[in-house]
């Protein structure tokens, strides 16, 4: 979902020493894989493609700006190209293609941007599971390293992240164009085989992979379970408010993809162009880039060989990658859209305008509405909880019951009340509490939130524990929490848990009935 967040001061979060330990390097394998052994510089990693040189910590060892494919424009992308003598990789590699937007992005014009960033336990032996982190943004702005990893690696997992085509570059579709329409999840993909081939080196292991990702990357991470070609490159799957079990909002039709793709079209020189498609690969990217615009909501295209069912078919049906789930949703999600809203025009939603926004988002169904969610003490708050009820948390729910009549699945709800917002930003007329994006700072180090209190920072640790059992072994239960049994398709009330993660004891949060669950399933379409 498109979201406004602001720009913060730097996050500053305390860091423990850890004893060093001997070092490790690899050497090539005479298949072309990567084999660690043992080697006195602990900062140099030897992949298929050649050696990087990273960075050695207290406690973890990071790589960064590591080149796993290549590809020309609106073309997929192919192995990157092999290097001579230690490439440095103590830097992020270049951002995608992007416009300028929120902070979570950055301003860039590059394409050549298919790089990733491993960081890996220091002084851990054996084979770590590894987490393969896809960033959010929409699937129209982002990058891997804005998601400090640190306190995730240094609970015990190896943590990839990765910069993959976006916007326009990715998912414009016109007949002249015939790999493009889903060139993320093909980038993603070709960094799952890359961490196949190479992330033992690091001290991974490759039959032990997790897929995570929120929002724009939670779609992502759908999009790879209902992907035949992306059978056997993960084990685990973490989706992060990305309701992907809803029709069209983890993927789109043909029809749908050439409709927008003709839109951005018309506005540049190529609409009148003999071959549209050499056009489009030759046009400045600057201009692509203006087309195309910063307010699109762009998903992968079903229907085609990568992608033969929509996402929320192949769910419901179970046709897809059948690997234990982890999913959640955050118990305000749209309190940071409506704050946003408050910042931008200065003023809180004022108590005559919640009545016309509920009738021009659900028209003949307002009435109804407006009787379960009469206006409150704030209209701001009001006009959150119903738009949090009717595109998060019903959803959610529909698509992790969908998820767990075929497979493992076990369902959060990110409730904690007392939240990090955005630094250096003026006071809001409602608190944040559990918005989109407010769960994150609690597993990464993340510039744009104000420093975490010791409380939350507690919260945080359990929060990773969790994740990071539950990518070693399928089951987040442990650490001396509440047990967290599986969600299942049953009826009855045992049969729909919902994990509530506060600062308090995790226990069963009555999800359906605070959300009005049965309410917006009877009101669908």
């Known amino acids: 979902m498109n979201r406004t967040v602001l720009a913060g001061l730097g996050l500053a979060l305390l860091t423990a020493l850890a004893t060093p330990a001997q070092a490790t390097a690899a050497t090539p394998a005479s298949d072309g894989t990567a084999r660690a052994t043992p080697r006195s510089d602990a900062a ?39 290097w001579n003598g230690v490439r440095d990789a103590t830097r992020p590699g270049k951002v995608c293609a992007q416009p300028a937007g929120p902070p979570i992005g950055k301003p860039s014009t590059d394409e050549d941007c298919l790089n990733l960033n491993v960081t890996t336990p220091r002084g851990k032996s054996g084979k770590r599971p590894v987490i393969v982190w896809v960033h959010g943004g929409s699937m129209t702005v ?12 240094a609970d015990g997992a190896v943590v990839v992240s990765m910069n ?27 960094a799952l085989r890359w961490v196949n081939r190479n992330i033992e080196a690091f001290g991974g292991d490759p039959s032990n992979v997790t897929l995570m990702g929120q929002s724009g990357g939670g779609f992502s991470v759908c999009g790879h379970l209902a992907s035949p070609a992306s059978a056997g490159l993960f084990h685990r799957a973490i989706i992060q408010s990305a309701p992907c079990g809803t029709p069209g909002n983890a993927s789109h039709t043909r029809t749908q993809a050439r409709e927008e793709s003709r839109k951005v079209i018309k506005k540049t020189r190529c609409a009148t162009a003999s071959d549209v498609g050499d056009c489009l690969r030759k046009l400045p990217i600057e201009d692509l880039l ?32 059948r690997v234990p789930v982890l999913i959640g949703v955050n118990h305000d999600e749209e309190n940071g859209m409506v704050l946003g809203q408050e910042l931008a025009t200065g003023t809180p939603m004022k108590a005559d305008a919640y009545k016309p926004a509920v009738e021009e988002e659900y028209g003949k169904r307002a009435r109804a509405v407006l009787r379960r969610y009469p206006l409150g003490a704030s209209a701001g708050r009001t006009w959150a909880k119903v738009k949090t009820d009717a595109v998060w948390a019903a ?5 992790a019951r969908a998820l767990s009549r075929w497979t493992p699945t076990r369902m959060y709800e990110f409730a904690a009340q007392d939240t990090p917002w955005y630094a250096n930003t003026e006071t809001l007329s409602f608190p944040a509490a559990a918005q989109h994006m407010a769960e994150l700072p609690y597993l990464f180090d993340l ?48 049969g729909r848990h919902v ?27």
Do not use: C
């Open 164 to 190: 993959y085509r976006l916007g326009a570059t990715s998912f414009l579709t016109h007949p002249s164009l015939k790999e493009s329409g889903g060139l993320a999840l093909d980038d993603q993909r070709a």
């Open 447 to 494: 510039d744009l939130f104000e420093e975490l209190t010791p409380e939350q920072a507690a919260l945080g640790q359990r929060m990773i524990g969790a994740w990071t059992r539950f990518a070693a072994t399928g089951d987040p239960n442990g650490g001396g929490e509440t047990a967290w049994p599986r969600l299942n398709d049953s009826r009855g009330r045992a």
């Open 395 to 399: 959803p959610t729910l529909d698509t």
């Open 44 to 82: 140099v990693v030897t992949t298929a493609a050649g050696a990087v040189r990273g960075t050695v910590g207290p406690r973890v060892r990071s790589f960064q700006g590591i080149p796993y494919a290549t590809a020309a424009r609106f073309a997929a992308p192919r192995p990157a190209d092999p």
């Open 290 to 321: 203006k087309a195309y615009g910063s307010d699109r909501e762009p998903r992968p295209v079903s229907g085609t060989r990568t992608l033969p069912l929509p996402v929320d078919r192949a769910l419901r049906t179970g046709r897809f990658n």
């Open 142 to 153: 982002g990058m891997g390293d804005l998601y400090g990893p640190d306190r995730l690696t």
């Open 499 to 525: 994990q509530s993660l506060t600062d308090g004891p995790w226990k069963r949060a009555d999800f359906a009935e605070e959300h009005h669950y049965r309410f917006w399933s009877s009101h669908k379409g």
